[in-house]
């Protein structure tokens, strides 16, 4: 039986869009996995997908696998040959991730595939999966993995309008994915300009005419340092000499909402992304008990990040100067740097400085825990760092800054498209909204 939420969603569908269980998409199979004591099971022409691969797209096909197997090890196991254009829905541990497969490929027994029939469009079926997802959570057994069994994950009712209406949803939906694509693309590339700039700018600096020095051509306007080769006016700098970092407040957890009190004071969980400072909702709590004095951040602090819980240290070492429109706490993962001689730093130069690979490298690889990774205030402190003239740090941080703003500008279309996906997709998905437009006629 479909809980009361899948309920409501089939109730207020459209009534000329046919309600069919996933069998009658088409052919569903399950996965399987030959033996690894077998070796000539493996290494083969055909590809063989895991779960983990699939969460790992970037978008909606599958165009290569980590892992071939051979047609002896096809046939030793329970897995099936999939066609091009099959539907890949992990049902096993990992819930629900989908993807579309742009070749021949088997997957393990983590999956429930579905190969299409005449009267389903895998590209509507695709978008449709993500919006019945919480019925797919539902479904899950298991004591060890979670699971969905092919007989439940059949009978999932699911929504068939025509397949001119298919096609047209999907083509929609498409679009705005391409496009999320494409600027996420073009980040992507931005970031690394700007961190291969960075390297060159925190080893060469730029002159008084705003050029990078050249060592090969002018090897006497450098020197050797503990960091290597350096222009002769700058200086290397033990941030413990620099800075103080603060650690944050052991906030009473008895104190936290999920819903704002009457002022809102917001702590942020895992807050840097991509070395900005963001809120979700997931992940941001409201504060309802007493203050205690120094614990709230403002703006222009600089901050970084003592404590990651991602479980491949993505955010650790991160710096960010504060700049939010809210009132922030200062909880113990976090850290609060504070200049010494404020007067020699430009603070953008510095932050720069702060998230520079080496500068991270070090505080990871110093880093204590497995699952929850942690570094210390001495830790980090332990660090040598370039310190140029003050006018050079501000000539330098114009430049990082011009690609830092082009990031930002990028990273809020790319936001703005998918708040745009999560409408449409809600319009689209229930037939709220009637797809009667072709891809060519949709604007973004």
Same mark, same amino acid.
């Given at each position: 039986?479909?809980?009361?939420?899948?309920?409501?969603?089939?109730?207020?569908?459209?009534?000329?869009?046919?309600?069919?269980?996933?069998?009658?998409?088409?052919?569903?199979?399950?996965?399987?996995?030959?033996?690894?004591?077998?070796?000539?099971?493996?290494?083969?022409?055909?590809?063989?997908?895991?779960?983990?691969?699939?969460?790992?797209?970037?978008?909606?096909?599958?165009?290569?696998?980590?892992?071939?197997?051979?047609?002896?090890?096809?046939?030793?196991?329970?897995?099936?040959?999939?066609?091009?254009?099959?539907?890949?829905?992990?049902?096993?541990?990992?819930?629900?991730?989908?993807?579309?497969?742009?070749?021949?490929?088997?997957?393990?027994?983590?999956?429930?595939?579905?190969?299409?029939?005449?009267?389903?469009?895998?590209?509507?079926?695709?978008?449709? *999966?993500?919006?019945?997802?919480?019925?797919?959570?539902?479904?899950?057994?298991?004591?060890?993995?979670?699971?969905?069994?092919?007989?439940? *994950?059949?009978?999932?009712?699911?929504?068939?309008?025509?397949?001119?209406?298919?096609?047209?949803?999907?083509?929609?939906?498409?679009?705005?994915?391409?496009? $999320?694509?494409?600027?996420?693309?073009?980040?992507?590339? &931005?970031? /690394?300009?700007?961190?291969?700039?960075?390297?060159?700018?925190?080893?060469?600096?730029?002159?008084?005419?705003?050029?990078?020095?050249?060592?090969?051509? %002018?090897?006497?306007?450098?020197?050797?340092?503990?960091?290597?080769?350096?222009?002769?006016?700058?200086?290397? /700098?033990?941030?413990?000499?620099?800075?103080?970092?603060?650690?944050? +407040?052991?906030?009473?957890?008895?104190?936290?909402?999920?819903?704002?009190?009457?002022?809102?004071?917001?702590?942020?969980?895992?807050?840097?992304?991509?070395?900005?400072?963001?809120?979700?909702?997931?992940?941001?709590?409201?504060?309802?008990?007493?203050?205690?004095?120094?614990?709230?951040?403002?703006?222009?602090?600089?901050?970084?990040?003592?404590?990651?819980?991602?479980?491949?240290?993505?955010?650790?070492?991160?710096?960010?100067?504060?700049?939010?429109? +809210?009132?922030?706490?200062?909880?113990?993962?976090?850290?609060?740097?504070?200049?010494?001689?404020?007067?020699?730093?430009? #603070?953008?130069?510095?932050?720069? $400085?702060?998230?520079?690979?080496?500068?991270?490298?070090?505080?990871?690889?110093? /880093?204590?825990?497995?699952?929850?990774? %942690?570094?210390?205030?001495?830790?980090?402190?332990?660090?040598?760092?370039?310190?140029?003239? &003050?006018?050079?740090?501000?000539?330098?941080?114009?430049? #990082?800054?011009?690609?830092?703003?082009?990031?930002?500008?990028?990273?809020?279309?790319?936001?703005?498209?998918?708040?745009?996906?999560?409408?449409?997709?809600?319009?689209?998905?229930?037939?709220?909204?009637?797809?009667? $437009?072709?891809?060519?006629? *949709?604007?973004?």
């Amino acid at each position: 039986m479909a809980s009361s939420a899948h309920s409501k969603y089939l109730l207020e569908l459209p009534v000329d869009w046919e309600q069919v269980p996933v069998r009658a998409l088409g052919t569903v199979n399950a996965g399987g996995t030959p033996s690894r004591d077998t070796p000539r099971y493996w290494n083969g022409t055909i590809s063989w997908v895991t779960p983990a691969e699939i969460t790992q797209l970037e978008s909606k096909y599958l165009s290569k696998t980590n892992e071939r197997i051979t047609y002896e090890g096809l046939a030793r196991c329970a897995a099936k040959l999939l066609p091009e254009g099959s539907l890949l829905v992990t049902t096993r541990a990992t819930i629900g991730a989908i993807a579309v497969s742009k070749h021949q490929v088997c997957t393990n027994q983590g999956f429930k595939n579905i190969v299409p029939n005449e009267t389903s469009n895998v590209d509507f079926y695709y978008h449709l *999966f993500s919006i019945i997802a919480p019925e797919l959570l539902r479904l899950a057994s298991g004591s060890t993995f979670p699971e969905i069994n092919q007989r439940n *994950f059949e009978a999932i009712i699911v929504p068939r309008p025509s397949k001119t209406e298919q096609r047209r949803i999907a083509e929609i939906l498409d679009t705005i994915d391409e496009a $999320i694509q494409k600027t996420e693309s073009l980040i992507s590339k &931005l970031k /690394a300009m700007k961190q291969g700039l960075l390297h060159d700018l925190l080893t060469r600096g730029l002159d008084k005419n705003g050029k990078l020095r050249d060592p090969k051509t %002018h090897p006497e306007q450098f020197k050797d340092s503990l960091l290597g080769r350096i222009p002769k006016e700058w200086e290397t /700098a033990r941030l413990r000499g620099e800075v103080d970092i603060l650690h944050g +407040y052991a906030f009473e957890g008895k104190y936290f909402s999920e819903r704002p009190p009457g002022e809102v004071l917001l702590v942020p969980g895992n807050f840097h992304r991509e070395g900005q400072l963001y809120f979700e909702e997931n992940n941001t709590k409201y504060f309802r008990g007493p203050i205690p004095k120094g614990t709230v951040l403002n703006n222009g602090d600089i901050l970084i990040v003592m404590t990651d819980l991602s479980p491949r240290t993505l955010i650790l070492g991160r710096v960010v100067q504060l700049e939010v429109p +809210y009132r922030v706490l200062h909880n113990q993962r976090i850290g609060k740097i504070v200049f010494k001689y404020a007067e020699t730093w430009c #603070t953008r130069f510095f932050v720069a $400085i702060m998230n520079d690979e080496k500068i991270r490298h070090n505080i990871i690889i110093n /880093a204590t825990g497995t699952t929850v990774h %942690h570094t210390s205030p001495d830790r980090i402190l332990s660090n040598t760092i370039v310190k140029p003239r &003050l006018d050079e740090q501000e000539r330098l941080a114009i430049v #990082t800054d011009t690609y830092d703003t082009r990031i930002r500008t990028e990273e809020q279309y790319r936001d703005k498209l998918k708040l745009q996906k999560k409408g449409l997709m809600h319009d689209l998905l229930t037939g709220k909204v009637r797809a009667q $437009i072709k891809r060519k006629d *949709f604007k973004l």
